[in-house]
């Protein structure tokens, strides 16, 4: 049987996807921010349950050590905003395990760029101003929603108080299936499960959705606030069009102390659910300890936001070559 060898996008689309990146790079250098590499492989992985790290042991003047390819390209920039690079952005090669299908692949192009005195807010202005500069037909409004409005709204529930016993049969019809296979998933899970399948393919309808204000649970790299309930939330919010999540943004976290914390409670509930445990990424903690300047930041999907551009059915569709058929 002859391989097929053809990559998987037309050779017009490659020119399009080329054209979109040189306009994403364009916009940040209009506005005096610098592009940076960093490396594909790092010391740590991201300990965070809901991802898969890749890792491969390497031959290094140390002997043979388990370096981790990126989930984001975000501890080593962060490292750089502690030497005082100052606003960066990157495009960078980004690895999930087990993420296949139509809005996703084993290896991805992340957009991730980080601004050193901004707000949330501002930092919400700059990410859907960008996205309307690439999706120019596009001219819907950019409507804010907070997590717990969308919970009620669609769900009925408060993902604040419901029991889990409620939200894992909630999450089990929702999802049609069994409550035995979410009978120790925690409570976290539960809610990703139901704003997946539920609340995720009611957003970015004719607009851009911003969700604020997830469970402080879910703020993984970024700091926490009391909202306007006075219920701790993450100071973090998502973007959505079409449905399709496109960026996850953060007021970062700039306590060495805390983000030690995280890790080291991620890796306690991998072990609860039988999970490899991952290594903490310690010069990421000791660039945090040094001193990180208060910053805003953001990971975008790339191949996402070009599939949305093109009007692709999939986002294999503006790649050159997909996973795992490379």
Known sequence: MTANWQPVASIETLRERARLIASVRTFFVERGVLEVETPVLGQGGSTDVHLVSLATLARTDKGQRRLWLQTSPEFHMKRLLAAGSGPIFQLARSFRDGEVGARHNIEFTM??????????????DETTTLVANILPSFAGPVVHYRYRELFHTY????????????????????????THA????????????????????????????????????????????????????ASRFELYLNGIELANGYDELIDADEQRSRFDNDNAERRRLGLPEVECDEQLLAALQHGMPESAGVALGLDRLIQLALG????????????PNC
């Open 155 to 178: 769900l009925a529930v408060d993902p604040f108080t419901t029991s889990l016993d409620n939200l894992r049969a909630l999450a089990a019809e929702r999802g049609q299936m069994s």
């Open 111 to 124: 957009l991730e760029w980080y601004r050193p005195g901004f707000s949330l807010a501002e930092l919400i």
């Open 182 to 233: 979410l009978a120790e998933e925690g409570r976290d899970t539960c809610l990703d499960l139901l704003m997946s399948m539920v609340i995720e393919p009611q957003l970015g309808q004719h607009e851009l959705s911003v969700v604020v204000d997830y469970p402080a649970s879910q703020a993984a790299l970024a700091r926490r606030h009391q909202d306007a309930d006075g219920e701790w939330v």
């Open 312 to 323: 692709k059915a999939r986002l294999e569709d503006v790649l050159t070559f997909s996973t």
